[in-house]
């Protein structure tokens, strides 16, 4: 399973072209399973359908727990690093990870929690929001963890698609100097959520908390009713391991569906390969377990090659801006895997809390989330790995469960910017508009996927027909990722950013629709139209053009600016407050009614010289007004 050199990865891609399903049978051998696959892969992109390890039976957790045991008990599988340096952290080996998710599988059991059924997770970056989603995965109960930064409504909406029976969430969390009232939020969402049953509360930061009669379980109490013995239950390769909402162009996000053995192979063999990463590695991926990467580069990648994972609970910049590199040469960190725009925030603080750390023990570094500029990786290659060690820029979604194109560490020559080449069974495309193929090197166009990998999405929970409509309806039998990229000379691929009317921010993905339908929810919006545009650390930033009623420009636009940043912040949660709020008398639309966001980009981005053809406006002078306005 293991590529060393550049000659076994050309071997290795080749092999996963010619004969896919021997290639990852062969990956999938490395594993536990309880009962051998039948057949390797069943597929097509127009329903669509993809199955891989057809008949196989295993549980998850016995690969990322049970089976390390023996041979690695004593090891440390998490080490959980805290908000405030000053707290203690903790190291859990994985015989008492082990025990600890066997204990709360108990709990989540006691509390009525079977095979199939959805649990909601909202909790901060403690080593009990790992434990909860294994103990999910240990009893075969679909886990749904929401971000610690989405809002009360934003839960509601995740629990009731999924219906989910059971929520575990926190009293609150710390992030810097903040306190977050968790527990408050949860309650507020159930209001309107009639299928849970239970809450389960673990205690973090001792806020007060109402604990409903019947319904509000305390974490640590629970956990002393129940012994550590918990078989792990049998899954079918296809059963589902989680669901994960994503925002898109249209509409409220999504469930992306990720079942548990395709998931599990591909997590762990990209993780192993893309990081190269050794026995006796310490790993510390900085991302949210809320998010993908947090799932699979975090949890069940490292988790299932028995490695050790940190968990950072703060920010890189509490209690100040050398909070990685503190932890880097606290814990003697391998391989660190963060986004660019935790970089780019970083870069802007000089090197003073870069140099006063012993960084020596990195070997590998990371990059995902969003394109890096050139800048930022210069700075990420020479200051944080010395020149010495290799940067792997890896791209991927939500919808692919694992890293599709990057280096692999050390063996991939890589070139600022570029993801470089595909893993091994990733089969990119370039088309253009009309789905046509872009042949050869030194071109662009949107990029998709000809062939399945095992961890693609299998549907979106419960409207497997806007999975098809999302994801492969765009082009006929490809997967389209949605983003735009580019293939240099080299065959190198570069990707270039969302084609479609999806923001990234900060690493955050954000539909320009949702922020809408948000502000436009706010008291006297008429309408509003949400692009993006370039912003030094965040990579993008969220402009918001608003009609209201009656005359918002007057003394009281920033009031009112406040309180439709507090609409959104209600609705969606702070990551989708705009940065710039442009009150305007009209949208340029055209004679059919359809914004035309080409216009309002090229404002948003400052660059009013050459707007294109704006003759199929509807009113032309309503360009002028919002070029005069400009922010
Ligand atoms: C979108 C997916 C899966 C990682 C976390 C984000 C952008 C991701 C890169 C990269 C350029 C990147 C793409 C993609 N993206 N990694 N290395 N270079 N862009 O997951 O929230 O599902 O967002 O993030 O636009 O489509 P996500």
Same mark, same amino acid.
């Given at each position: 399973m293991r590529i060393r050199t550049f000659d076994e990865y050309q071997t290795a891609y080749q092999k996963s072209v010619d004969?896919?399903?021997e290639f990852w049978a062969e990956i999938?051998?490395?594993?536990?399973?309880?009962?051998?696959?039948?057949?390797?892969?069943?597929?097509?992109?127009?329903?669509?359908?993809?199955?891989?390890? #057809?008949?196989?039976?295993?549980?998850?957790?016995?690969?990322?727990?049970?089976? !390390?045991?023996?041979?690695?008990? @004593?090891?440390?599988? #998490?080490?959980?690093?805290?908000?405030?340096?000053?707290? &203690?952290?903790?190291?859990? %080996?994985?015989?008492?990870?082990?025990?600890?998710?066997?204990?709360?599988?108990?709990?989540?059991?006691?509390?009525?929690?079977?095979? /199939?059924?959805? =649990?909601?997770?909202?909790?901060?970056?403690?080593?009990?929001?790992?434990?909860?989603v294994l103990a999910c995965a240990r009893i075969g109960a679909v886990h749904s963890v929401v971000f610690g930064g989405f809002s009360a409504q934003s839960i509601a909406d995740r629990i009731? @698609?999924?219906?989910?029976?059971?929520?575990?969430? &926190? @009293? /609150?969390?710390?992030?810097?100097?903040?306190?977050?009232?968790?527990?408050?939020?949860?309650?507020?969402?159930?209001?309107?959520?009639?299928?849970?049953?239970?809450?389960?509360?673990? %205690?973090?930061?001792?806020?007060?908390? $109402?604990?409903?009669?019947?319904?509000?379980?305390?974490?640590?109490?629970? =956990?002393?009713? =129940?012994?550590?013995?918990?078989? &792990?239950?049998?899954?079918?390769?296809?059963?589902?391991?989680?669901?994960?909402?994503?925002?898109? +162009?249209? /509409?409220?996000?999504?469930g992306v569906v990720h079942t548990c053995g395709g998931y599990m192979v591909y997590a762990a063999y990209t993780f192993q390969n893309v990081f190269q990463y050794e026995p006796g590695?310490? !790993?510390?991926?900085?991302?949210?377990?809320?998010?993908?990467?947090? !799932? +699979?580069?975090?949890?069940?990648?490292?988790?299932?090659?028995?490695?050790? $994972? #940190?968990?950072?609970?703060?920010?890189?910049?509490?209690?100040?801006?050398?909070?990685?590199?503190?932890?880097?040469?606290?814990?003697?960190?391998?391989?660190?895997y963060t986004a660019p725009t935790a970089i780019r925030s970083l870069m802007g603080f000089g090197l003073e809390k870069v140099d006063n750390h012993d960084l020596s023990s990195l070997d590998v570094l990371g990059s995902v989330g969003e394109p890096i500029n050139e800048e930022a990786w210069h700075w990420y290659d020479d200051h944080i790995g010395k020149n010495r060690c290799p940067i792997v820029d890896t791209w991927w979604q939500t919808e692919t469960g694992g890293i599709l194109i990057s280096p692999i560490a050390g063996i991939t020559k890589t070139k600022p910017t570029y993801a470089t080449l595909p893993l091994p069974g990733v089969q990119p495309i370039l088309v253009d508009e009309n789905g046509k193929e872009i042949e050869g090197n030194g071109v662009s166009g949107n990029l998709c996927m000809k062939f399945p990998w095992p961890g693609i999405l299998r549907t979106t929970y419960g409207d497997h027909e806007r999975c098809r409509q999302t994801y492969f309806a765009t082009y006929p039998g490809l997967y389209f990722t949605g983003d735009g990229c580019l293939r240099d000379e080299d065959g190198y691929y570069r990707i270039t950013g969302r084609v479609d009317d999806v923001l990234n921010?900060?690493?955050?993905?954000?539909?320009?629709?949702e922020v809408e339908n948000a502000i436009n929810m706010h008291t006297g919006v008429v309408e509003s139209?949400?692009?993006?545009?370039? !912003?030094?650390?965040?990579?993008?930033?969220?402009?918001?053009?608003?009609? %209201?009623?009656?005359?918002?420009?007057?003394?009281?636009?920033?009031? %009112?600016?406040?309180?439709?940043?507090?609409?959104? $912040?209600?609705?969606?949660?702070? #990551?989708?407050?705009?940065?710039?709020?442009?009150?305007?008398? /009209?949208?340029?639309?055209?004679?059919?009614?359809?914004?035309?966001?080409?216009?309002?980009?090229?404002?948003?981005?400052?660059?009013?010289?050459?707007?294109?053809?704006?003759?199929?406006?509807?009113d032309p002078a309503v360009v002028d007004e919002i070029k005069a306005g400009a922010l």
């Amino acid at each position: 399973m293991r590529i060393r050199t550049f000659d076994e990865y050309q071997t290795a891609y080749q092999k996963s072209v010619d004969d896919p399903e021997e290639f990852w049978a062969e990956i999938a051998q490395n594993f536990q399973w309880r009962k051998p696959w039948t057949k390797t892969l069943q597929w097509n992109f127009t329903e669509p359908s993809v199955k891989w390890f #057809i008949g196989g039976k295993l549980n998850i957790t016995e690969n990322c727990l049970d089976r !390390h045991l023996a041979e690695r008990g @004593d090891q440390p599988a #998490i080490i959980w690093e805290p908000n405030d340096p000053n707290e &203690a952290g903790v190291t859990l %080996t994985y015989r008492m990870l082990f025990d600890q998710v066997c204990r709360f599988a108990n709990v989540l059991k006691r509390n009525g929690v079977v095979k /199939g059924d959805r =649990v909601c997770i909202y909790l901060p970056m403690v080593p009990e929001l790992a434990i909860a989603v294994l103990a999910c995965a240990r009893i075969g109960a679909v886990h749904s963890v929401v971000f610690g930064g989405f809002s009360a409504q934003s839960i509601a909406d995740r629990i009731n @698609d999924a219906q989910c029976k059971v929520v575990v969430t &926190a @009293d /609150g969390a710390y992030r810097g100097n903040k306190e977050i009232p968790l527990k408050s939020t949860v309650d507020d969402a159930l209001i309107g959520c009639p299928s849970v049953q239970k809450v389960i509360v673990m %205690t973090r930061t001792r806020t007060p908390v $109402s604990m409903l009669k019947g319904r509000d379980v305390w974490w640590e109490q629970e =956990v002393k009713q =129940v012994t550590a013995d918990c078989p &792990a239950e049998e899954m079918d390769a296809e059963d589902m391991l989680f669901i994960l909402y994503t925002s898109g +162009s249209t /509409g409220k996000p999504k469930g992306v569906v990720h079942t548990c053995g395709g998931y599990m192979v591909y997590a762990a063999y990209t993780f192993q390969n893309v990081f190269q990463y050794e026995p006796g590695q310490i !790993h510390f991926c900085t991302a949210d377990i809320g998010w993908i990467t947090g !799932h +699979s580069y975090i949890v069940y990648g490292p988790l299932a090659c028995g490695a050790t $994972s #940190i968990i950072f609970e703060g920010v890189p910049t509490y209690p100040d801006y050398g909070r990685f590199w503190d932890i880097v040469d606290k814990y003697k960190v391998n391989i660190l895997y963060t986004a660019p725009t935790a970089i780019r925030s970083l870069m802007g603080f000089g090197l003073e809390k870069v140099d006063n750390h012993d960084l020596s023990s990195l070997d590998v570094l990371g990059s995902v989330g969003e394109p890096i500029n050139e800048e930022a990786w210069h700075w990420y290659d020479d200051h944080i790995g010395k020149n010495r060690c290799p940067i792997v820029d890896t791209w991927w979604q939500t919808e692919t469960g694992g890293i599709l194109i990057s280096p692999i560490a050390g063996i991939t020559k890589t070139k600022p910017t570029y993801a470089t080449l595909p893993l091994p069974g990733v089969q990119p495309i370039l088309v253009d508009e009309n789905g046509k193929e872009i042949e050869g090197n030194g071109v662009s166009g949107n990029l998709c996927m000809k062939f399945p990998w095992p961890g693609i999405l299998r549907t979106t929970y419960g409207d497997h027909e806007r999975c098809r409509q999302t994801y492969f309806a765009t082009y006929p039998g490809l997967y389209f990722t949605g983003d735009g990229c580019l293939r240099d000379e080299d065959g190198y691929y570069r990707i270039t950013g969302r084609v479609d009317d999806v923001l990234n921010v900060s690493g955050h993905r954000i539909g320009t629709a949702e922020v809408e339908n948000a502000i436009n929810m706010h008291t006297g919006v008429v309408e509003s139209a949400v692009v993006g545009y370039p !912003h030094d650390i965040k990579g993008q930033g969220i402009y918001a053009y608003v009609i %209201t009623e009656g005359d918002a420009g007057g003394h009281d636009a920033e009031l %009112t600016k406040r309180d439709i940043l507090a609409t959104v $912040s209600r609705v969606i949660g702070p #990551i989708a407050k705009p940065d710039k709020i442009q009150f305007v008398s /009209g949208l340029p639309k055209t004679r059919s009614g359809k914004i035309m966001r080409r216009i309002l980009r090229k404002i948003a981005e400052g660059d009013t010289s050459n707007l294109g053809d704006t003759t199929t406006l509807l009113d032309p002078a309503v360009v002028d007004e919002i070029k005069a306005g400009a922010l």
